[in-house]
C-alpha cells in the first residue's frame, strides 16, 4: 500500500525535473528538487512505495531521462496514468520503473489516498474499488521484468528478437 | 499493402522487406547524437552498468555541448569536462559552443533516409530532409552506444496534407503553432506526422525544419517529408549525398489524414503553460512583456534572422525589454554577420549571444525572474520553462518577437507598419 501524488493532465517532464537541475552530477544530486515547481516538499513527502498518479499525456516535453530517474530514486513504486507521452513512457521502462496505463483510476483518486498494484496481474485496488490496467507489450514486458534494458543487455548480450509480432500501442 | 516513408526507413534499418504499425523491429542505428542536458550520466552508466563496456561504432556518435554552453557553474563544468574528455578518448566527433544540436546535426550529418536517435526529443527535426529521427533517453541511447542497434515499435503514420500558400506576414511557426492547436499536445502520440500535398511542396528546407522540429509537441515520434529535389538540392550544396530516398507508396495507409489550407494560417501566439493552448495573435496583443527571445532549434535560422532585421532596421527595443538574439549555429552567425544583420540587431538595442540553447530551456543566460513574461520563438511554454516558476513564456513566430520586442507588449509584425 502506498500514498499517491495525484498531478493534472499534460505533465510535462519540465516539472518532474527542471532544467536547472538537470547538469547536476547524479540523480542522487537532483531528486531533491523533484515537483519542485509544483510542490516544493515533494521529495520529503514522498516514501519508498508511494505512487504518482496523472492523467492524459504524462510525461509530455523534454526526453531527459532524469525525470522517470528521480522518481525512481525518490522510491516511487510506479506511475499511473490515463495515457502517457511516448519518451517518458519508453525511458521508464528502460530504467525499471513500472508505468501503468489505468483510464478510469486517475480521476477518482486524489493526492493522499493510498493504492496497491499488482503488477503481474494489471490490478490496482484503491478507495474499496479494483481498477483494471492495460497490460504492457510482451517485449516491454519483458525489458522491465529484468529490471530495465541495460539489465537485460548484460544477462543476454547477444538477445533481441528479430521481429516480435506482439507489439501494440504503447 | 503499400508503405510509407517512416515504414520504408524502419524496414531498411532492420534489414526486413516491409513494416507495419504495431511490430516490434531491432534496427541498425545510423547515427546517435547525445548532448550535454544527458550524456554525463549516460557516459556514467556507461562505465557503471555494463558488464562489457565497448563502443560499436563511434563514426556514428555525435556528442554536441550546446545547452549550458559556456558553462554557467562548476558542476556544469565538470559535467560538460566528463563529456568531452569520454569524446576524445572515444574518437567521438565532437561539437560545443558552436550551434544547437539539432542545427549541427542538419548543416553537417542528417541524410534523406538515415534512422537517427538524439537524446534530445526535437530529434524529430531530421525529418526536413526525409530521414527518420527520433528522441530518446540515455538509457536508449546507451543501449545503441554498445550495440549499435535498438529496438522499435513501427508508429502508424498520419498524413497532413498543406495545400496553398502562407499570406505575407505569415510563418510557418504560425502554421504548426496552429496545427499543434488542432490536434492537441497528444494528437499524434506514438505515430510520425508526414507532410505532403502542393503547400508542403513549395516550403524550403529551413521551413519544412520548423514543422518536422515541433512535431514532439504535439506528442508525435517523428515528422517526415519527402526528400524531394529541393531537399537534395539542399543536400548537395552541403556536399552530401542521401543514404536513400524513400517514397511513400500510393497505396500506404495512413491512420488518419488531414488538410490544412495555408491561405488561412493567421499569426498565431501559444499561451502559457502549454503549446496547444493557442490563439490568433492579434487577441494577445497588447500583453506586456519583459523580455523576447528569438532563437532555438525551432527558429534561430537565418531566415528568422533576415526576418527580425527588416522589422528592426530603423526602430529601437522598447526600453522596458530585453531582446535576445540567438543564432542557431556559427554558421547561422557569420551569415548574419555577412549580411549586415547582427549591425542591426545590436543598432536596435538586442542583446546579441553567442549560439546554444539559450532562455529555450531555462538554465542559462538570459532565464527570467519571478512573474517575468517573456515572448519567444523557442520550443516549449511549460510553466518555469525559462526560469522561474511563476513567470509566464509566450511562443510566437520571429516576426511576433520581434514586433513585440520593439512595442514592450505582444504585437504582430502589422502593427509596426
Known amino acids: 500500500m502506498g500514498a499517491i501524488f495525484k498531478f493534472h493532465n499534460d505533465l510535462d517532464t519540465d516539472q518532474i525535473i527542471a532544467s ?91 493526492t493522499g489516498d493510498t493504492m496497491e498494484l499488482f503488477l503481474s496481474e494489471g490490478i490496482i485496488k484503491t478507495g474499496g474499488r479494483e481498477y483494471s490496467c492495460t497490460k504492457l507489450p510482451p517485449y516491454m514486458q519483458a525489458i522491465l521484468d529484468k529490471g530495465g534494458l541495460i539489465a537485460s543487455l548484460n544477462e543476454a548480450e547477444t538477445a533481441s528478437p528479430a521481429v516480435s509480432k506482439d507489439g501494440g500501442e504503447q | 499493402m503499400g508503405m510509407t516513408i517512416a515504414e520504408k526507413i524502419i524496414a ?37 552498468q555494463i558488464k562489457n563496456p565497448s563502443i560499436a561504432d563511434p563514426k556514428k556518435l555525435i556528442f554536441i555541448v550546446d545547452h549550458n554552453v559556456p558553462a554557467d557553474n562548476p558542476k556544469t563544468a565538470a559535467s560538460q569536462k566528463k563529456m568531452r574528455d569520454f569524446a576524445k578518448e572515444h574518437h567521438i566527433d565532437f561539437w560545443e559552443g558552436k550551434g544547437v544540436c539539432h542545427q549541427i546535426m542538419m548543416e553537417h550529418y542528417v541524410c534523406p533516409g538515415e534512422l537517427i536517435f538524439g537524446a ?60 499543434i492547436g488542432q490536434i492537441g499536445a497528444n494528437g499524434v502520440n506514438y505515430q510520425v506526422m508526414e507532410f505532403t500535398g502542393d503547400g508542403a511542396k513549395a516550403l524550403g528546407v529551413n521551413d519544412r525544419m520548423v514543422l518536422c522540429n515541433l512535431a514532439v509537441e504535439a506528442g508525435a515520434k517523428s515528422a517526415v517529408f519527402e526528400a524531394d529535389e529541393t531537399a537534395l538540392a539542399w543536400l548537395k550544396e552541403r556536399g552530401r549525398e542521401p543514404k536513400h530516398v524513400f517514397r511513400s507508396d500510393p497505396d500506404a495507409h495512413y491512420f488518419k489524414e488531414y488538410t490544412f489550407d495555408l491561405d488561412k494560417i493567421e499569426p498565431i501566439v501559444a499561451r502559457p503553460d502549454f503549446v496547444d493552448d493557442v490563439i490568433p495573435a492579434r487577441e494577445a496583443c497588447g500583453i506586456k512583456i519583459d523580455e523576447a527571445f528569438l532563437g532555438s532549434c525551432n527558429n534561430g535560422r537565418i531566415d528568422e534572422m533576415r526576418v527580425a532585421a527588416r522589422l528592426l532596421k530603423g526602430r529601437r527595443v522598447a526600453d522596458t525589454v530585453r531582446f535576445l538574439i540567438v543564432p542557431a549555429s556559427n554558421e547561422v552567425y557569420i551569415q548574419s554577420l555577412e549580411e549586415g544583420l547582427i549591425e542591426i540587431f545590436m543598432e536596435a538595442g538586442a542583446i546579441v549571444m553567442n549560439a546554444n540553447c539559450s532562455v529555450c530551456w531555462g538554465s542559462c543566460q538570459g532565464v527570467i525572474g519571478e512573474n517575468e513574461v517573456l515572448i519567444s520563438t523557442g520550443t516549449r511554454n511549460f510553466k518555469g520553462r525559462a526560469g522561474h516558476p511563476s513567470s509566464k513564456v509566450y511562443l510566437g513566430s520571429a516576426a511576433t518577437v520581434t514586433a513585440s520586442a520593439i512595442k514592450g507588449v505582444i504585437a504582430t509584425e502589422n502593427e509596426l507598419e
Open chain 2, 120 to 179: 534530445d526529443s526535437h530529434t524529430c527535426t531530421y525529418g526536413a530532409l526525409g530521414a527518420f529521427g527520433t528522441g530518446v533517453g540515455c538509457t536508449d541511447f546507451l543501449y545503441g552506444m554498445v550495440t549499435g542497434t535498438s529496438w522499435l515499435l513501427v508508429p502508424k503514420t498520419v498524413k497532413f496534407n498543406l495545400t496553398g500558400r502562407l499570406r505575407k506576414g505569415v510563418y510557418p511557426r504560425d502554421l504548426m503553432l496552429h496545427i
Open chain 2, 12 to 48: 531498411s534499418a532492420a534489414g526486413v522487406e516491409t513494416v507495419k504499425p504495431g511490430d516490434i523491429h531491432t534496427v541498425t542505428l545510423d547515427r546517435m547524437m547525445s548532448n550535454d542536458g544527458t550524456t554525463h550520466l549516460t557516459i556514467d552508466m556507461y562505465h557503471q
Open chain 1, 20 to 110: 536547472q537541475y538537470l547538469l547536476l552530477p547524479s540523480i542522487d544530486e537532483m531528486k531533491a528538487h523533484a515537483f519542485e515547481s509544483l510542490d516544493a516538499d515533494f521529495s520529503k513527502k514522498v516514501q519508498p512505495g508511494d505512487f504518482v498518479v496523472g492523467g492524459e499525456n504524462f510525461g509530455c516535453g523534454s526526453s531527459r531521462e532524469q525525470a522517470p530517474g528521480v522518481l525512481k530514486a525518490l522510491g516511487v513504486k510506479g506511475v499511473v496514468a490515463k495515457s502517457f507521452a511516448r519518451i517518458f513512457y519508453r525511458n521508464s521502462i528502460n530504467i525499471g520503473l513500472p508505468v501503468i496505463i489505468c483510464k478510469d483510476l486517475p480521476d477518482q483518486v486524489s
